[in-house]
């Protein structure tokens, strides 16, 4: 495989490639290197190849013209790469879809980046090494270099290395001991040392599920899990952000069609479906708002039915669900229970069809050390005087159609299997 590097720091590379597996893959021929500078390919007399960014502001710009004739110099193979924030993720995939290339030219950008007009006029795939900015793309081509160079055959002492590593089955990578056998009283566990293959495998696989679930739970819930993995998970012990979760549904004050404050009528499924919904996903617990005493009396009755009557004994399970919902008279009061059982103010977060500039991600960050109160209208949304009053508003579902009025119980769920997915 070749390399060819574009850059107008060709010099940034030597010692990289000049130690460990990369320098002996280049010694028996598996991966060769070359460099472009751009600047060789300056028709300017003092071999500049950056200029002022047009607009204004910070900076200087790759020019398009050097850089277009550098890539000029590729073969005719080459599947040319721009390193770019804005590029395709680096990931274990792409890594093996590249290893399987004759050349890949690395194109590194520096200053505020390359003349936009380069990808009007040429191949180029760009490709972001994190979601992070470096000075220029060099570190990122080292990265790529290494990545993708190591999964060649024969780069490795054994190919099978880079079977079990992190990410290659879409999991992390079990955990490694070397000798000493004990080291300040910590020993390496057992069933390392029993020489049975079987067991080992499994624990390793155990362990690989483990170390994911704890660090990187995003890439657990992509993962491809067998049978066995999901019973192993589910007996697994772990932090649920979930129970920081509190739902209130508000029937009083809401607001109808025209803007007037109005109290609607509790609906049996919005209590059924919410309470399925918070019982699935674990919530602290799920508050139906209504100040009309005989609409209480209703909900009671309903849940009674289901908790102790003959809903009971026809489906336990709904009742099981039904026991989380506590019937208040105003927002207040839920917001009070909820400070007397955590000990803290939950961040009460609003929410509407129509406004919100709150994302999940941030809301899910407050779940981790906070209770949060995600506060659902009825009627025609929740009244203005509770928009004010909440500390946050969550951006509404499908905020960028015209069309999104969704019925409150799918809005809740699709909200906190947003904030929760299913691992949280
Ligand atoms: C200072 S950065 C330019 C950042 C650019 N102004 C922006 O905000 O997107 C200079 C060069 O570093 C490289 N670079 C920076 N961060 C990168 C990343 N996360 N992944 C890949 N390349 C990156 C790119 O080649 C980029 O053109």
Avoid at 15 to 24: A, F, I, N, W, Y
Avoid at 244 to 258: D, G, I, Q, R, T
Avoid at 310 to 334: F, I, Q, S, W
Wanted: with cysteine.
């Amino acid at each position: 495989m070749r390399f060819s590097v574009i850059s107008i720091f060709p010099e940034f590379f030597d010692s990289p490639l000049s130690c460990g597996l990369l320098s002996k893959a280049r010694e028996k021929g598996l991966i060769e290197f070359s460099f472009i500078n751009p600047r060789d390919h300056s028709t300017d007399k003092h071999h500049n190849v950056d200029d002022r960014p047009y607009g204004g502001g910070p900076g200087m710009v790759l020019a398009v013209d050097p850089i277009r004739r550098a890539l000029g110099a590729l073969g005719p193979k080459a599947r040319v790469l721009m390193l770019s924030p804005k590029g395709r993720p680096l990931t274990q995939a792409l890594a093996r879809e590249l290893a399987g290339e004759e050349e890949i030219a690395l194109l590194c950008g520096r200053y505020e980046g390359i003349d936009a007009r380069l990808e009007e006029l040429c191949a180029i795939e760009p490709i972001c090494v994190g979601d992070f900015v470096l000075n220029g793309g060099e570190v990122g081509a080292l990265c790529l270099i290494e990545a993708v160079g190591r999964l060649i055959p024969d780069f490795m002492g054994k190919d099978e290395s880079a079977d079990e590593e992190s990410f290659s089955s879409g999991l992390l990578e079990y955990p490694h001991y070397t000798r000493p056998e004990e080291y300040e009283g910590l020993k390496v566990p057992e069933v390392l040392s029993s020489g049975h293959h079987g067991r080992i495998m499994a624990w390793r696989r155990e362990k690989s599920l483990e170390t994911t679930l704890a660090s990187r739970p995003d890439i657990l819930a992509q993962a491809a899990l067998t049978d066995d993995d999901i019973k192993y998970l589910k007996g697994l012990e772990r932090t649920r952000p979930g129970r920081n979760l509190f739902v209130a549904l508000v029937h009083y004050p809401v607001e109808n069609k025209s803007g007037q404050t109005i109290t609607t009528s509790l609906t049996n499924l919005d209590l059924h479906d919410i309470a399925r919904v918070s019982c699935t996903y674990g919530l602290g617990g799920y508050f139906v708002c209504t100040p009309v005493a005989d609409q209480q009396d209703l909900a009671r009755t309903l849940i009674g039915h289901w908790r102790e009557g003959y809903g009971l004994k026809a489906n336990p399970d709904r009742g099981t669900a039904l026991g989380r919902v506590r019937v208040v008279g105003l927002l207040d009061e839920a917001i009070a229970e909820i400070t007397d059982c955590t000990g803290v103010r939950p961040k009460v977060v609003a929410t509407s069809a129509k406004a919100g500039n709150m994302t999940c991600a941030q809301v899910s960050q407050m779940l981790q050390k906070e209770p949060v109160l995600l506060v659902l209208g009825t009627g025609h949304g929740l009244h203005r005087d509770v928009l004010a009053g909440a500390d946050g508003m969550l951006r509404a579902i499908r905020f960028m159609d015209r069309y999104n009025h969704l019925s409150v119980r799918s809005a809740a769920s699709i909200m906190v299997d947003r904030l929760l997915g299913d691992i949280g």
